[in-house]
């Protein structure tokens, strides 16, 4: 069951009509339960036993599973076949021409074999599928003896570079595996591990250079490695020239829309990257290409990353003082269902942070009530870094509530759980801030005193206002603003303009 309702949750209104057609046709009899079953599995208030009931009127366990069995297997067929018409078609049509093409070599028509091969590798090298250029080349080389108008040494230098580029890419693939690995067990284990040297071993292994620009996977893949390395090190500053440079350069070579997928998240990570370095404007012109390239090929991967492109476009309006525009479009976006459930709570907790920053902690409160599993649930989900984030925000919550036997319950809690983990990433200051942040609400007379200006200034060693981590001097201007006594989104922002 939870295998059908997983695929089933991903199914918009247009694809569960597309599925009840597609069961109409194929079904032979009339009296067939599977779409009734399909619909009441889209009411995710029925359980099994009440679905079961009303197909077959008593408990039938055995008639019911044999039935949820079919329609599984009904839905991987619709997908397939869904792919084969749209993301795949290209590949499907240049194997078409491959074996149309050695039909015609087995009669020695070599004339008409070769130009349909020219015609599959044209497509084949437009769209980077080196696996399939290899089958050409292949093809080709076969047969070249017999067909003297080919020049055959040509052939060989176009597979052996063919080659280079594939194994490249399957490497880039080894190499993302393998960082992303690590990365999650950094978030999501919250082991300690050197991922900066992590990623010079796994590089120098393989042999590559972070210099290449080949198709938008390979750049995907390559943009992904150097954001992993910047998410763990928080120097997006570092990447911010090279990531930028290197879409540019790929962008002029290769058609839009060709590998769509990869150039979307290659897009998101730049606006991400121009977010976290404060470039508000900038950033937002890249959301904007972003949801272009959404909006191509009929949509079809909007619904992968509406919620990604909603969690930036928001920060960025919120940084940019447009905070009730940023609000409004997070309430607006969370009230749909959604499958990707990390952006969802990316989005739940940049709401609880808009609140807060504005004041209205009521509002703050129903937000972080969203949060309502364990630590270790969200870990798993979302990884260390966002519960850190969370039970800070809710620490600052309570101080402002005054509701001190939920406090020092998380105070304690989050001591007892995280010192040491941020003890060995290097990371005392969160520590420190919570000593701080603990001590102005036992003695709130504190912040009238010069001398806690004058720690809290020689306390924080920033290497630059201008370099520091947004999320970072968002949490440090809770602390300026209960000096100041100003408001709390306007100290926030004056910090980030520095």
């Not at 089933?8 to 597309?18: H, M, P, R």
């Not at 039909?103 to 980077?128: F, G, S």
């Not at 009238?448 to 020689?458: A, P, Q």
Request: glycine content about 0%; charged content about 25%.
């Amino acid at each position: 069951m939870i295998a059908l309702n997983s695929i089933i949750e991903t199914f918009n209104s247009e694809d569960q009509q597309k599925f009840i057609s597609y069961l109409t046709e194929k079904n032979k009899r009339k009296d067939t339960k599977n779409i009734q079953l399909f619909k009441l599995l889209t009411n995710r208030n029925l359980n099994s036993k009440a679905i079961c009931r009303q197909l077959y009127k008593i408990e039938n366990c055995n008639a019911y599973h044999a039935l949820r069995k079919r329609l599984f297997q009904s839905l991987i067929d619709f997908t397939a076949n869904k792919n084969l018409e749209d993301e795949n078609s290209i590949d499907m049509q240049i194997i078409k021409y491959i074996l149309a093409s050695r039909t015609y070599l087995l009669q020695k028509n070599y004339d008409v074999a070769y130009k349909i091969l020219d015609k599959a590798e044209r497509l084949a090298d437009e769209h980077l599928l080196y696996p399939i250029l290899n089958e050409i080349y292949h093809t080709k080389i076969q047969y070249a003896p017999s067909y003297p108008k080919i020049n055959l040494e040509n052939l060989i230098f176009k597979q052996t570079e063919n080659h280079k580029k594939h194994q490249l890419e399957d490497q880039l693939n080894i190499v993302y595996a393998k960082l992303k690995s690590v990365l999650n067990t950094i978030s999501y284990q919250g082991k300690v591990v050197d991922f900066e040297n992590e990623l010079h071993i796994i590089l120098k292994n393989y042999n590559i250079e972070l210099n290449e620009s080949l198709s938008f996977k390979s750049l995907y893949q390559i943009l992904a490695i150097v954001n992993i390395s910047a998410l763990v090190t928080n120097s997006y500053f570092e990447i911010e020239n090279f990531v930028l440079k290197s879409y540019k350069i790929l962008k002029e070579k290769k058609e839009t829309n060709k590998q769509l997928y990869y150039q979307i998240h290659i897009v998101y990570i730049i606006a991400n990257t121009l977010f976290r370095n404060r470039k508000f404007k900038s950033s937002l012109k890249y959301i904007q290409e972003m949801e272009e390239l959404m909006l191509l090929k009929k949509g079809v991967y909007l619904k992968e990353f509406i919620l990604k492109k909603t969690l930036v476009e928001a920060l960025n309006d919120n940084f940019s003082n447009n905070q009730n525009k940023a609000i409004d479009l997070v309430e607006t976006t969370i009230k749909k269902k959604h499958g990707d459930i990390e952006s969802l709570l990316d989005l739940h907790l940049s709401l609880l942070m808009f609140y807060f920053q504005k004041e209205d902690y009521s509002k703050a409160k129903s937000a972080a009530s969203n949060f309502y599993h364990t630590d270790s649930y969200y870990i798993e989900k979302a990884g260390i870094d966002w519960v850190i984030k969370k039970s800070l925000a809710e620490i600052l919550l309570y101080i402002e509530l005054q509701e001190e036997d939920l406090l020092y319950s998380r105070l304690k809690s989050f001591r007892r759980r995280y010192s040491t983990y941020l003890k060995e990433i290097n990371q005392k200051r969160i520590l420190i801030f919570l000593n701080f942040a603990e001590r102005i609400y036992k003695n709130p007379e504190l912040v009238n005193n010069k001398v806690l200006e004058e720690e809290l200034k020689s306390t924080f060693e920033w290497n630059s206002l201008q370099q520091e981590d947004i999320f970072v001097i968002s949490f440090y201007a809770w602390l300026k603003n209960k000096i100041e006594k100003n408001k709390l989104y306007q100290t926030t922002l004056k910090l980030l303009t520095l």
